[in-house]
Nanobody, 115 residues
Framework: QVQLVESGGGLVQPGGSLRLSCAAS????????MAWYRQAPGQQRELVAAVTTIGKADYADSVKGRFIISRDNAQKTINLQMNSLKPEDTAVYYC?????????WGQGTQVTVSS
């Protein structure tokens, strides 16, 4: 059974940084595209960043230049380094694993950017 466990959320001031991590189990991690999504109150869930099996990364325009996604296939983890955080980055962040026609989600971790 696939499990995705996020960690690293919290409260941070505008301009600060946070690092999210997601640990995967029960899946052949090397064939899975991994991604971070986020959902703010009253908003649809949106893609933040994704990293393919060969390490190619894509980002939403709103986070380009501020966020960095990375993966460690040996550890079966992905990370999201978030810098220069803004209040509009406040949301629940979800780890996602996608392969073939399968999607799996973590339970989410809250990120709040506020002074």
């Amino acid at each position: 059974q696939v499990q995705l466990v996020e960690s690293g959320g919290g409260l941070v001031q505008p301009g600060g940084s946070l690092r999210l991590s997601c640990a995967a189990s029960g899946v052949n991690f090397r064939v899975v595209t991994m991604a971070w999504y986020r959902q703010a109150p009253g908003q649809q869930r949106e893609l933040v960043a994704a990293v393919t099996t060969i390490g190619k990364a894509d980002y939403a325009d709103s986070v380009k230049g501020r966020f960095i996604i990375s993966r460690d296939n040996a550890q079966k983890t992905i990370n999201l380094q978030m810098n220069s955080l803004k209040p509009e980055d406040t949301a629940v962040y979800y780890c996602n694993a996608h392969w073939s026609n399968v999607n799996r989600w973590g339970q989410g971790t809250q990120v709040t950017v506020s002074s």
